[in-house]
């Protein structure tokens, strides 16, 4: 006689996976993306929302990313624009020094004007790999994961994480936006890099919304997956999920680099588009705010990062703007502290989140959360039933 | 040379001291609430803007250092029953919080000070230096004072700590905060007062350090991140860590910068202290959580 351990002799139940992208998220992905791609035509290509909407998508992949590795699996960084900064730095140099080979400077050497203030004489020869693009956008990408692989194998393999990770990624940042005022000739330093020709315009503004697509399919895929599970549990309950027999250390550090590519990417777009890259945008008052932009949006959602980034940041640019607002946007500092601390005391799921718990509280959620209630009630039933000397169904065991 | 080297090393002494004083605070709060207080550079800035006041006023610098831990424990005070009080079980989320706590105390202070900075005066006593060495790198008072200042705050927070009746329902409270509760122990009493106790150190961080630097509205930034690598090298399980990790980073940064410059020396200290950390994960004093 067989003893069956896998449960009597029945299939195994098929657990029904999530769609890659529900049909609602394709057709209202679709629109607002046709919506945002096609608005050079009609606001004008040089118009400055068209700026903004790229330069916001920039923003919201880099929220993405700290949505993957803080919202999915509980890692606080807080230096997150160390990568974005790198990737950016490298894309802006290269297109800085293609641009000087072209366009000689006022004083009609070929290198850029800030290496030539410091009295360099030519592009040194470490940088000299920049000038080729697609060097410099492998570079981009990989320079930064590199980083964070290095960091993550230094930290998480010794069980660092939670407020000292916070902490010292938090002087990670510091200490680069130090590093790039101080070497000027190299970095453009307080100025940062200004005046190459970057990419604006309907082209480049579609490449951004592939990126981002891209970005959230696969950071759909990945939460998604038998990993994004393990994620997800060792941000619940890290000790449960060693003791599962998972490396939590690994996953971490898989999390992590996936997130810091992904910020590096955003951070390479973000030159090129906005033609601008100063030391702010690699230093920990911009990592931080990218956190704020998740958190208000909602955390372990996918979406909340891109409404919290395009919210956030609107309500900067529409306050600062209208005539009838703009005493307000004096106030926007404090505004912003407060939206710290309000967002952390009172909507800590975020917008988004929020808005899911009470759906979901209501009952009246979307069709495919009704199915799931039902599927895990059903299922309830099942296991309810088949021990033998279980608790019937609609009887309180008193 | 080598007096200079020195010279450098004793400098590195006056650095430490000032790490102390600042981190001393922090430490406390993350030790015993197992919180960070992201505002701590800017309760700094706040000591600092005490200070010049009391020095617009007439009075002198030791004059402003009990008057600045008063007022900055008092707005410890605020923030913890405001703010911290209800998010002490979320140490993450209180990183952002108090961070948005940081903002509006530098929004608040630049609307009332203006962005200019204020100059602060040393007193007469500490004008001067002590002559080592024939030749001018000499070791100003000011250093020196620094030193015995976090000493004395050391040994305070020492004797409150280890030989007061509150310092034994803190050591409680930190050592097992259920059990400390079932005994009668009120720990959201003790949280608050190692708070205000912690933010006053910041104020008294903040008084000594304006003269030094004039009070500007961004000064306590770089102080607060090198207070969290006090914290993360020294570790929080006993009281020495505070003076081992500032010890170790002060000379470390003066040092380097001696030979270097200020920001290799920075970047070489946090390599040092990334690798330390592998070997020490919680801190050199680091506590082991008993589960």
């Known amino acids: ?398 | 040379m080598w007096q200079q080297l020195f010279m450098q090393c004793l400098n590195g002494l006056g650095v430490a001291g000032i790490l102390v004083i600042a981190a001393a605070g922090l430490a406390i709060i993350f030790g015993v609430a197992g919180v960070i207080n992201m505002a701590h550079g800017q309760f700094i800035m706040v000591g600092a803007y005490t200070a010049a006041l009391v020095d617009e006023l007439g009075g002198n610098m030791f004059m402003s250092i009990p008057i600045a831990f008063v007022v900055v424990a008092l707005l410890g005070l605020i923030v913890e029953r405001g703010v911290i009080q209800w998010i002490y079980d979320r140490p993450l989320e209180t990183l952002l919080a108090t961070w948005g706590v940081g903002i509006i105390l530098e929004v608040t202070m630049k609307f009332i000070f203006g962005t200019l900075g204020r100059k602060v005066d040393w007193p007469d006593l500490l004008d001067g230096s002590i002559r080592i060495f024939a030749r001018p790198p000499h070791f100003p008072y000011y250093r020196v004072f620094h030193v015995v200042l976090a000493i004395v705050i050391l040994a305070v927070t020492f004797y409150i700590l280890y030989r007061t009746r509150f310092g034994l329902k803190v050591r409680t409270v930190r050592r097992n905060r259920s059990m400390a509760s079932c005994l009668g122990i009120d720990t959201a009493k003790i949280d608050m007062l190692i708070f205000m106790y912690g933010s006053g150190l910041a104020g008294i961080a903040g008084a000594v350090i304006a003269p030094i630097k004039a009070a500007t509205i961004d000064m306590g930034f770089s102080y607060s991140v090198n207070s969290y690598m006090v914290i993360v090298l020294g570790g929080v399980g006993n009281l020495l860590g505070i003076p081992t990790g500032s010890f170790l980073i002060g000379e470390a940064e003066t040092l380097l910068a001696f030979r270097y410059n200020t920001v290799i020396g920075q970047l070489l200290v946090f390599i040092a202290i990334v690798i330390a950390i592998r070997v020490f994960p919680r801190g050199i004093f680091g506590y082991q959580e008993r589960r």
């Open chain 1, 1 to 398: 006689m067989t003893i069956n351990l896998a449960g009597g002799g029945s299939t195994p139940r098929k657990v029904r996976r999530a769609r890659l992208i529900p049909i609602w998220a394709l057709i209202l992905g679709a629109f607002v993306l046709s919506l945002i791609g096609t608005s050079p035509h009609y606001i004008g290509s040089d118009s400055y929302v068209v700026g903004l909407i790229g330069k916001f998508l920039c923003f919201a992949i880099f929220a993405l990313s700290i949505d993957l590795i803080w919202g999915f699996t509980g890692i606080l960084s807080l230096g997150q624009a160390v990568y974005f900064g790198i990737g950016a730095y490298m894309v802006a140099l290269s297109m800085k020094l293609n641009y000087t080979l072209e366009n000689a400077t006022r004083y009609g050497s070929n290198i850029p004007d800030f290496m030539e203030w410091n009295g360099l004489t030519e592009v040194p020869a470490f940088m000299a790999p920049l000038l080729s693009t697609p060097v410099a956008v492998a570079l981009a990408l990989a320079i930064p994961t590199l980083l964070a692989f290095i960091f993550g194998v230094i930290t998480f393999k010794r069980h660092i994480y939670g407020v000292y990770c916070a902490v010292i990624t938090l002087a990670e940042a510091l200490i680069l936006e130090r590093f790039i005022v101080e070497y000027q000739a190299y970095t453009g330093g307080f100025n940062g890099i200004t005046d190459y020709s970057n990419l604006r315009g309907a082209p480049f503004l579609w490449v951004i919304i592939a990126v981002t697509v891209v970005c959230l399919i696969g950071a759909r895929a990945l939460t998604h997956s038998r990993i994004g599970t393990v994620l997800k549990s060792i941000r619940d309950n890290d000790v449960r999920a060693e003791f599962m027999g998972y490396n939590v250390a690994n996953y971490r550090i898989f999390v992590f680099c996936v997130s810091a590519f992904m910020a590096a990417g955003a951070g390479a777009m973000y030159a090129a588009w906005v033609g601008i890259v100063s030391f702010l945008d690699a230093g920990p008052m911009f990592s931080v705010e990218g956190v704020i932009w998740t958190a208000v949006g909602g955390r372990a959602t996918l979406i909340g990062p891109f409404i919290g980034t395009f919210l956030v940041r609107g309500l900067e640019f529409v306050l600062s703007s209208s005539a009838w607002l703009s005493w307000l946007s004096e106030y926007w500092q404090f505004f912003m502290g407060a939206l710290f601390i309000a967002v952390v005391l009172w909507i800590p799921d975020g917008i988004v989140g929020t808005i899911g718990n009470w759906l979901r509280k209501r009952g009246t959620g979307t069709l495919s959360q009704i199915r799931d209630d039902q599927d895990r009630l059903a299922h309830d039933r099942q296991r309810d039933w088949d021990p033998a000397g279980g608790t019937k169904p609609g009887k309180d065991p008193v």
